[in-house]
């Protein structure tokens, strides 16, 4: 029955969790990552509606859209169906495939978001502003007090490097929660740069850090007990 469910079921079995931060503006975003886009254009179609159902004020992506150049038009052009401003940054199999990077580009910024490689960007009037690292050099930031601070980084050790900066929140992808997990004793495995940070909610000295499962796969097409997720932040 687990072998069952783990190849048929919850792969494409997409879960909506939602988090509300302290001190809220009264925004609301959607966090994706990890599409490892390979041709199942029904599944993402589904992702993105699920996305749009939750009419958000913009939405981050953290890394992964495809493993093959090859599907990378494709996937944007799914992904451009997204109705609210889009946001992302690349993740380790982006580079990996060597993809275009002007495509996702003029794809984010067609969706009315921008496509962050190592830069900052203000939104919402400038009540949020969004940081996007690679995770291939130093970037330094400098978080205010007057606004909502959210740093994107594909690699959840990526908060480590920021350990006397504070952010309101970050979001990671990259770890797939292991894809397999088993109660009480967690992930099977998990790639490199996760450390300790392999799902859900941590606090770190950077701040509240949010690991998201990932909506594709990487080698083998099972999930048990790590469903596929959109995570809903009002913030």
Same mark, same amino acid.
């Given at each position: 029955?687990?072998?069952?469910?783990?190849?048929?079921?919850?792969?494409?079995?997409?879960?909506? #969790?939602?988090?509300?931060?302290?001190?809220?503006?009264?925004?609301?975003?959607?966090?994706?990552?990890?599409?490892?886009?390979?041709?199942? #254009?029904?599944?993402?179609?589904?992702?993105?509606?699920?996305?749009?159902?939750?009419?958000?004020?913009?939405?981050?992506?953290?890394?992964?859209?495809?493993?093959?150049?090859?599907?990378?038009?494709? @996937?944007?052009?799914?992904?451009?169906?997204?109705?609210?401003?889009?946001?992302?940054?690349?993740?380790?199999?982006?580079?990996?495939?060597?993809?275009?990077?002007?495509?996702? #580009?003029?794809?984010?910024?067609?969706?009315?978001?921008?496509?962050?490689?190592?830069?900052?960007?203000?939104? @919402?009037?400038?009540?949020? #502003?969004?940081?996007?690292?690679?995770?291939?050099?130093?970037?330094?930031?400098?978080?205010?007090?007057?606004?909502?601070?959210?740093?994107?980084?594909?690699?959840?050790?990526?908060?480590?490097?920021?350990?006397?900066?504070?952010?309101?929140?970050?979001?990671?992808?990259?770890?797939?929660?292991?894809?397999?997990?088993?109660?009480?004793?967690?992930?099977?495995?998990?790639?490199?740069?996760?450390?300790?940070?392999?799902?859900?909610?941590?606090?770190?000295?950077?701040?509240?850090?949010?690991?998201?499962?990932?909506?594709?796969?990487?080698?083998?097409?099972?999930?048990?007990?790590?469903?596929?997720?959109?995570?809903?932040?009002?913030?």
């Amino acid at each position: 029955m687990a072998v069952a469910d783990s190849a048929a079921l919850e792969p494409t079995w997409l879960k909506i #969790r939602q988090f509300e931060l302290p001190n809220p503006i009264g925004k609301r975003f959607v966090h994706f990552t990890d599409v490892h886009y390979k041709g199942d #254009r029904e599944y993402l179609e589904k992702v993105v509606a699920a996305i749009n159902a939750q009419n958000p004020d913009f939405a981050c992506f953290t890394g992964d859209l495809v493993e093959d150049a090859q599907f990378l038009p494709e @996937c944007l052009q799914i992904i451009l169906g997204i109705k609210s401003p889009l946001y992302g940054i690349p993740g380790n199999h982006d580079y990996w495939a060597e993809i275009d990077f002007d495509l996702p #580009r003029k794809t984010f910024a067609a969706a009315g978001g921008k496509w962050l490689m190592d830069e900052e960007f203000a939104i @919402c009037e400038n009540r949020v #502003r969004l940081y996007g690292i690679t995770g291939t050099k130093v970037f330094n930031v400098n978080p205010g007090s007057d606004r909502k601070n959210i740093l994107l980084t594909h690699y959840p050790i990526g908060v480590d490097s920021f350990r006397h900066t504070k952010f309101d929140l970050s979001i990671a992808g990259h770890s797939h929660g292991g894809q397999v997990r088993l109660p009480y004793f967690g992930a099977l495995i998990v790639p490199f740069a996760v450390g300790e940070y392999d799902l859900g909610m941590f606090e770190t000295s950077a701040g509240p850090l949010y690991v998201n499962p990932g909506i594709g796969y990487f080698y083998l097409n099972v999930r048990l007990c790590c469903r596929p997720e959109i995570t809903v932040f009002s913030i």
